[in-house]
């Protein structure tokens, strides 16, 4: 059972180009979220699907787009990538908030 | 401003005693309460919660206790086992903000043999 699976692992930018990062879930939930982890600040809400079809800005969404492709799949989109941008992301599904969150193994994500 | 805050960045225990994780939260709407562990290079798994109407969950070897008056939770783990060892976040949601999570900034626990 993959759960949650995020691609690419690993990815080095330069400053202002452009990636999708991709996350596909395969336990039939509605809600779909994207997460960023930076040391000191815990994981903090970049963008939210509560549905297929409807995605919402969550705390931190500035610099970043979504695309809420199908029930399976919600993308997180860096259209000029930028230094502060290098995080961890983690994707992240849910059926029933606030129990059974569960996450994507996350994407190291560095911006030169 | 953040509204979970977990003060202590790292705690060291020996194998076999108690682990005390702690949390502190702001906003009085949030009704539930949950701890997500964490290790190297995965994403963080559910590990227990606790509703706004208890004052204590049990599941195994760990512990939730929340002390809503003082706004405040804590996780403990007995007894401590090297597997353990890892970074705790405690989370809390709200119905009134469509019970997203919001997060702690983790405490990493490393328990010694």
């Known amino acids: 059972n993959a759960g949650v699976t995020q691609t690419p692992k690993f990815q080095v930018l330069k400053t202002g180009q452009s990636m999708t990062l991709q996350c596909a879930q395969d336990?039939?939930?509605?809600?779909m979220y994207w997460y960023r982890q930076d040391p000191g600040m815990g994981l903090r809400l970049i963008y939210y699907?509560?549905?297929?079809?409807?995605?919402d800005k969550g705390e931190v969404p500035n610099g970043y787009n979504v695309s809420r492709l199908n029930k399976r799949e919600f993308s997180l989109r860096l259209e000029s990538a930028a230094p502060s941008q290098t995080s961890v992301y983690f994707c992240?599904?849910?059926?029933?908030?606030?129990?059974?969150?569960?996450f994507g193994q996350g994407t190291r994500l560095t911006v030169v | 401003d953040q509204q979970v805050k977990q003060n202590s960045p790292s705690l060291s225990v020996q194998e076999g005693r108690i682990s005390i994780l702690n949390c502190d939260y702001t906003?009085?709407?949030?009704?539930?309460f949950l701890w997500y562990k964490k290790y190297p290079a995965e994403g963080p798994t559910f590990l227990i919660s606790?509703?706004?109407?208890?004052d204590k969950n049990e599941d195994g070897r760990f512990t939730v206790f929340l002390n809503k008056s003082a706004k405040h939770l804590s996780l403990h783990i007995v007894p401590s086992q090297p597997g353990d060892s890892a970074v705790y976040f405690c989370?809390?949601?709200?119905?009134?903000?469509?019970?997203?999570?919001?997060f702690g900034a983790g405490t990493i626990l490393r328990v010694k043999s």
């Open positions: 992240a599904s849910s059926e029933a908030l606030p129990r059974g969150v569960f």
């Open positions: 336990m039939n939930h509605n809600s």
């Open positions: 699907s509560a549905s297929e079809g409807t995605t």
């Open positions: 906003n009085s709407m949030f009704d539930y």
């Open positions: 606790i509703s706004s109407i208890k």
């Open positions: 989370a809390a949601s709200a119905k009134e903000y469509g019970n997203k999570l919001v």
